[in-house]
C-alpha cells in the first residue's frame, strides 16, 4: 500500500470520527433545545389555562354572591319554609328567573332546602332534590361555595357551584348554579 493511499484512509477515519462527534454533540444540543422550548411553551399555555379557570372561578363567586345577596330571595325562601304557600314559590320562582336572564351561560339556578326536601328551579318548580346528569368526576371547596365537577357519557364536563343561602346568621337552604 502506498503511503499516500494511507493518509488519505487515515485522513477519511479522522474526518469521519469528527464528523460523528460534532454531528452526535449537535443532536443532542439541538434536542435538548427542541425539549426546553416545548417545555416552555407547555408551561405557559398550563399557567394560561390556570388563569382562565381562576378567573372563571371568580366570576362564578361573583354571581353567587350577586344572587345570593337578594334579599328579597332570602326572605321568601324563609317565609316559604315556615308557612308553604304558593305565593312564596312563585316570588322565588320569579327572582329565580330574573337572575337567570341576566347570565346567560348559567344554564339553571336551583334553591335548595337544608333538608334538600324543597327545590325551586329557574327553569320549573319541583319538589325533588336536585339531580345532576352523569357521574360527578371530582367535588371540591372554593371560597365560600363547593364546586362538582359532572362528566356525562360524552366525556362533557359541567361544572355545578353551589353555596349556602342565610337569613339572619341562620342557614335556610342552598343555592346552585
Given at each position: 500500500?502506498?503511503?499516500?493511499?494511507?493518509v488519505?484512509t487515515?485522513?477519511?477515519?479522522?474526518s469521519?470520527?469528527?464528523?460523528?462527534?460534532?454531528?452526535?454533540?449537535?443532536y443532542?444540543?439541538?434536542?435538548?433545545?427542541?425539549e426546553?422550548?416545548i417545555?416552555?411553551?407547555?408551561s405557559?399555555?398550563?399557567r394560561?389555562?390556570?388563569?382562565?379557570?381562576?378567573e372563571l372561578?371568580?366570576?362564578?363567586?361573583?354571581?353567587?354572591?350577586?344572587?345570593?345577596?337578594?334579599t328579597q330571595l332570602r326572605?321568601?325562601?324563609?317565609s316559604?319554609?315556615?308557612?308553604?304557600?304558593?305565593?312564596?314559590?312563585?316570588k322565588?320562582h320569579?327572582i329565580?328567573?330574573?337572575?337567570?336572564?341576566?347570565?346567560?351561560?348559567?344554564?339553571?339556578?336551583?334553591v335548595v332546602?337544608?333538608?334538600?326536601?324543597v327545590?325551586?328551579s329557574?327553569g320549573?318548580?319541583?319538589?325533588?332534590?336536585?339531580q345532576q346528569?352523569?357521574?360527578?368526576a371530582?367535588q371540591?371547596?372554593?371560597?365560600?361555595?363547593?364546586?362538582?365537577?359532572?362528566?356525562?357519557?360524552?366525556?362533557?364536563?359541567?361544572?355545578?357551584?353551589?353555596?349556602?343561602?342565610?337569613?339572619?346568621?341562620?342557614?335556610?337552604?342552598?343555592?346552585?348554579?
Amino acid at each position: 500500500m502506498k503511503i499516500s493511499h494511507k493518509v488519505f484512509t487515515s485522513y477519511i477515519l479522522v474526518s469521519l470520527f469528527i464528523f460523528l462527534v460534532t454531528g452526535g454533540t449537535a443532536y443532542f444540543i439541538a434536542r435538548q433545545a427542541i425539549e426546553n422550548r416545548i417545555l416552555n411553551q407547555l408551561s405557559a399555555i398550563s399557567r394560561i389555562q390556570k388563569n382562565r379557570i381562576e378567573e372563571l372561578m371568580r366570576q362564578n363567586q361573583d354571581r353567587m354572591n350577586l344572587i345570593t345577596s337578594r334579599t328579597q330571595l332570602r326572605m321568601s325562601l324563609s317565609s316559604y319554609l315556615y308557612d308553604p304557600k304558593p305565593e312564596h314559590l312563585e316570588k322565588i320562582h320569579r327572582i329565580l328567573n330574573d337572575a337567570q336572564k341576566s347570565i346567560r351561560d348559567i344554564f339553571m339556578i336551583e334553591v335548595v332546602s337544608m333538608d334538600g326536601k324543597v327545590s325551586i328551579s329557574s327553569g320549573k318548580t319541583s319538589s325533588t332534590k336536585p339531580q345532576q346528569n352523569g357521574t360527578p368526576a371530582t367535588q371540591t371547596t372554593w371560597k365560600t361555595g363547593d364546586l362538582v365537577f359532572y362528566t356525562n357519557s360524552l366525556n362533557q364536563l359541567t361544572v355545578v357551584f353551589s353555596s349556602a343561602l342565610y337569613l339572619d346568621n341562620q342557614p335556610i337552604g342552598r343555592l346552585v348554579l
